[in-house]
């Protein structure tokens, strides 16, 4: 059935592997990002193959899928008051921001008689999730370290995915320095500093990580190999893990620029073309935006162009190609980042393991 996303275990096992042994190289101890694929726990073990031993996702549903895991379980989004029951049951962990949702996770925790971890995050100018003002990240601490079931872990901080603001050797120095003022409150050290994402790699390559950062949370680069500051891939890795085969509907020669008078899309853009002369010939396969992102998408034969997408229909000029497609031929793509995202968010996209 297709489409069908092939998911290369061997590959994740070894992208994550040359990943998590970089950052102990760094004193540097990974979270497995597992929200790229939904917290599928058979690609989630592939990250406990590779060494690592904690997973973090940013739903607790995820979480629960896998639950059979031999793992410490982060949750890396601040918990939604509702599902504070299902956080303390699935998460042994989990990144906060409010006080509020630490009091209840604190009653749950004793409720349930579990022990919950928690990391106050701490926003360094990206703007998303944590304390701007040191002083109630302070008072947070010394809360949260007095209250019964929950356990103050660390801090962390999180840059780079809303603000696209840049991990910076001032920005660690900055999450080191609290981390030394959120112990000097408590009395007592932090066990962890998560420091960030796969974006915080090329800094910590160029040894731009003070030692009291001692973590990071990786989703990007564990699966592609591929760091986000400069998105270069890491040495050793391979990008191609998802593979996404799709089916052509319709072939036929068409022009390259639409006719009629043309309007914006549902945006509220207007669309451009690129002239590439009046015979092409266009594949329309059986794909749509709501199973894959066009933009972080590449097909293997490098003679296709993909022209865009829209809900339900991918469309794709093969004028280049030295293959001679046929209507019912797959054409496989390989997935990036949002891509795969959506592939395991699609219902329709049936999903395959390889393991060699
Ligand atoms: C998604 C996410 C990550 C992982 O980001 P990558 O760029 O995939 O490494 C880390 N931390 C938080 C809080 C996230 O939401």
Same mark, same amino acid.
């Given at each position: 059935m297709y489409p069908c996303v092939t998911v290369n275990l061997a590959c994740i096992r070894n992208n994550a592997k040359q990943v998590a042994d970089l950052c102990a190289k760094h004193h540097i101890r990974v979270t497995g990002v597992t929200k790229v694929f939904a917290g599928d726990p058979v690609i989630a073990q592939c990250y406990l193959d590779a060494g690592i031993t904690m997973l973090g996702d940013s739903r607790v549903?995820?979480?629960?899928?896998?639950?059979?895991?031999?793992?410490?379980?982060?949750?890396?989004?601040?918990?939604?008051?509702? !599902?504070?029951?299902?956080? @303390? /049951?699935?998460?042994?962990?989990?990144?906060?921001?409010?006080?509020?949702?630490?009091?209840?996770?604190?009653?749950?925790?004793?409720?349930q008689k579990r022990l919950h971890k928690v990391i106050l995050m701490a926003d360094l100018g990206d703007i998303r999730e944590g304390y701007v003002k040191e002083e109630e990240l302070l008072q947070a601490a010394v809360e949260? !370290?007095?209250?019964?079931? @929950? /356990?103050?872990?660390?801090i962390g901080t999180n840059l780079t995915c809303f603000s696209f603001v840049q991990p910076d050797s001032e920005k660690m120095a900055e999450l080191a320095r609290l981390r030394k003022a959120v112990s000097e409150a408590i009395g007592r050290p932090l066990e962890i500093v998560s420091g960030g994402n796969s974006a915080t790699i090329d800094l910590m390559m160029r040894s731009g990580i003070p030692s009291q950062v001692d973590n990071l949370r990786l989703g990007e680069s564990l699966l592609f190999g591929k760091e986000?500051?400069?998105?270069?891939?890491?040495?050793?890795?391979?990008p191609g893990a998802f593979i996404l085969e799709c089916e052509i509907v319709e072939l036929?020669?068409?022009?390259?620029?639409?006719?009629g008078q043309i309007g914006v899309d549902s945006y509220g853009n207007r669309p451009s073309f690129t002239d590439r002369g009046q015979h092409r010939t266009k594949a329309v396969c059986a794909l749509g935006k709501q199973d894959f992102d066009p933009e972080t998408t590449t097909p293997l034969d490098p003679g296709i162009l993909i022209l865009g997408a829209s809900s339900d229909h991918l469309m794709l000029d093969v004028t280049d190609s030295e293959?001679?497609?046929?209507?019912?031929?797959?054409?496989?793509?390989?997935?990036?980042?949002?891509?795969?995202?959506?592939a395991f968010t699609s219902a329709y996209v049936e999903k395959k393991y390889l393991n060699e």
């Open positions: 549903d995820n979480l629960a899928r896998m639950k059979d895991l031999q793992a410490e379980k982060w949750l890396i989004r601040p918990p939604m008051l509702s !599902e504070v029951r299902r956080l @303390v /049951q699935y998460a042994d962990v989990s990144l906060n921001s409010e006080i509020e949702v630490i009091r209840a996770i604190s009653k749950e925790a004793c409720a949260t !370290e007095r209250l019964q079931g @929950v /356990q103050l872990y660390g986000r500051a400069r998105y270069t891939y890491l040495p050793g890795t391979d036929k020669e068409k022009p390259s620029l639409p006719w293959h001679q497609y046929q209507v019912g031929d797959t054409v496989a793509l390989r997935l990036g980042y949002f891509s795969t995202m959506r």
